[in-house]
């Protein structure tokens, strides 16, 4: 057997690294002779900077910033042997980074996300990855574009302060760019997305991805107002009109932000992860790819790791099967996905903390069950073609 574990992180628990090398370990408790790849992955989101960095050989730098909630913490951001930088705005601004009492998404900024790409501008790169899931806001880059230099005016003619947040989508009334930072327009920023949503409306950022960053109804709705009016202020101040362009409401309108102030492009993260990494090349050499995240679910049909790598190995005939630390109970679009089996890691009641706390044992007991199954599959196929009856003599009968 030969086995590429190509996995995206278990989100606050694995990293991408930690996650293949525990199915590694539970594959070879089936398949003692298998030889098997690890392949780091990620879409965009949690733990992009890493994959890639380690994927094209090159170096991770840690930096202070401001959190989503203005807290001081260390992100990461790689750069890469051409000198580019690849960024995840979910290590200064991301989900992960907060407890579950913490979430304010009222409050929330991708400030710290501005902060982290100056750093790497001021390392000298002028092409900057950067992965947006995971976000804890929604913000519409608000606070992004205020670390860049952008200011923002109330109706009052009064200044936005720094480090604002989504409540105060609904107070700006001008945009003033003239103290941009002049190197991001001299750079080339590329947006890593895992997600094609629009900024505003029934898909858009506030109302699909909120709830997960604790928004209630009534913030909900206030935030995509506030959403539609950044829109509108963008294409009446600066002449873009980029609320419908898929992938505005990532990361909480991040990706419409990075549009309209940094004249940035997005690209399906999934895509350009596999092919940095040289995973078609790899397929030719492989008979099973195991993906899988921290939850399967509706979602994960939709530009995410798992979906992604089924699509490319199913043009090679490959099968795919997922483990994940947990499954919706529907997972019809994860099969027409291309994805022939799931398993969860979590096989049992138990706290969030206690899951998170003993997640590598758990996926390494999960992929001997899945790998199991498999090996039950091929017992059964070498049955069915020792009872066969010969070609000719079926013709006869």
Do not use: W
């Amino acid at each position: 057997m030969r086995i590429m574990i190509a996995c995206d992180s278990f989100k606050g628990s694995l990293s991408s690294s930690e996650a293949a090398a525990a199915i590694a370990r539970g594959v070879l408790q089936v398949f003692p002779d298998a030889e098997i790849i690890c392949l780091p992955v990620a879409d965009g989101g949690e733990g992009t900077a890493q994959a890639l960095t380690q994927a094209l050989g090159g170096k991770l730098y840690q930096t202070a910033v401001s959190g989503p909630l203005g807290k001081k913490v260390e992100a990461a951001y790689g750069i890469l042997p051409d000198g580019s930088a690849v960024i995840d705005m979910a290590s200064a601004s991301g989900l992960t980074l907060l407890s579950a009492d913490q979430l304010d998404i009222m409050s929330a900024s991708t400030y710290g996300t501005g902060e982290l790409m100056l750093a790497a501008l001021g390392q000298g790169c002028r092409r900057l990855y950067v992965g947006i899931g995971g976000s804890a806001t929604n913000d519409g880059g608000l606070g992004m574009a205020q670390a860049l230099g952008v200011r923002f005016f109330d109706e009052q003619g009064r200044l936005v302060e720094p480090g604002a947040g989504g409540r105060d989508l609904a107070r700006i009334s001008h945009v003033d760019m003239a103290a941009l930072d002049s190197r991001i327009l001299a750079a080339e920023i590329i947006v890593l997305c895992d997600v094609t949503n629009p900024l505003c409306g029934e898909t858009g950022a506030a109302q699909i991805y909120g709830p997960q960053k604790g928004g209630s109804p009534e913030e909900i709705r206030l935030l995509d107002d506030g959403l539609a009016r950044l829109a509108d202020l963008v294409n009446a101040c600066l002449g873009r009109d980029l609320a419908k362009a898929p992938g505005a409401g990532a990361a909480g309108g991040l990706g419409f932000g990075l549009m309209a102030f940094a004249k940035a492009k997005l690209y399906p993260g999934i895509d350009f992860l596999l092919t940095a990494a040289g995973f078609e090349e790899k397929l030719s050499q492989t008979d099973l790819v195991i993906t899988g995240e921290g939850r399967l679910d509706g979602q994960s049909s939709f530009g995410k790791t798992p979906a992604g790598i089924a699509r490319k190995a199913g043009e090679f005939g490959i099968p795919v099967v997922a483990l994940a630390g947990s499954l919706a109970r529907d997972l019809g679009n994860v099969y027409a996905a291309g994805i022939a089996a799931a398993e969860a890691a979590i096989c049992s009641p138990m706290e969030l903390a206690q899951a998170m706390a003993e997640a590598e044992d758990m996926v390494c007991a999960a992929a001997e069950r899945l790998l199991r199954a498999v090996a039950v599959g091929l017992r059964l196929s070498r049955t069915a073609l020792t009872v066969a009856a010969p070609p000719d003599v079926q013709k006869t009968k």
